[in-house]
């Protein structure tokens, strides 16, 4: 028995062809795109950590001096400042000094501001072995950031919020002392974690010794 409509039938089944294999070249491409980012993190993570020291037992250099740049170290070609922790997702990832779109499909990058004045603002993709599952994140989780002199800097999520993706001032404004940032998956919004310093690391930096 013949279907009905041969040839419009003939052309849906050609072009539900097409869609389905559209997608799965993009869901492919996606899942390609994504482990290489993730790969990518892992081997600048392995480079970083050779070449910076051990977080350091609470001296800080940025004490006597919050407006000096952030020093970085060089790994295959690109500058970064550190590398950040976030246990309750998993994840620990190196910080570029600055961002730009190809930068960030290796790594997390420095949008604006620093660790040392408490404005630091980080802007990664929404890789999940990036910042693709901030929104996970809950009041109170701790966020660790190190810089590459060995300074540790501890952080506990105070705020998570969408903004719209042209907030470039909202983004910018406030008083928190480390923001996360990453598209949403239709990339009309952003998914933004504020974060303030912990207690325990401000006593720490406060130490008399460190008092010039």
Not at 148 to 160: A, L, M, S
Not at 178 to 188: H, M, V
Request: proline letters at 6%; one cysteine or more; charged letters at 25%.
């Amino acid at each position: 028995k013949e279907p009905p409509c041969t040839e419009p039938y003939a052309r849906w089944c050609e072009r539900s062809a097409n869609q389905l294999m559209v997608s799965l070249l993009l869901d492919w491409y996606n899942f390609w795109d994504e482990k290489c980012a993730g790969d990518e993190a892992g081997k600048a993570l392995e480079k970083i950590a050779s070449l910076c020291p051990a977080p350091s037992d609470g001296k800080r250099e940025q004490t006597f001096n919050p407006q000096m740049d952030m020093p970085v170290v060089e790994a295959d070609g690109y500058l970064y400042i550190g590398t950040l922790e976030i246990p309750a997702l998993g994840l620990k990832l190196p910080v570029m000094s600055s961002w730009s779109y190809p930068k960030m499909k290796i790594a997390p990058c420095r949008y604006t501001g620093s660790a040392y004045l408490d404005n630091l603002i980080l802007a990664a993709h929404n890789y999940s072995t990036h910042f693709g599952r901030l929104g996970e994140l809950t009041k109170g989780d701790a966020v660790i950031f190190t810089d590459t002199v060995g300074n540790q800097f501890f952080y506990q999520v105070d705020e998570i919020t969408r903004l719209e993706g042209t907030a470039v001032e909202e983004m910018e404004a406030g008083e928190w002392d480390l923001t996360l940032f990453t598209c949403t998956l239709d990339s009309r919004s952003r998914i933004t974690v504020r974060c303030v310093r912990t207690q325990e690391d401000e006593e720490e930096s406060m130490q008399p010794e460190l008092i010039p």
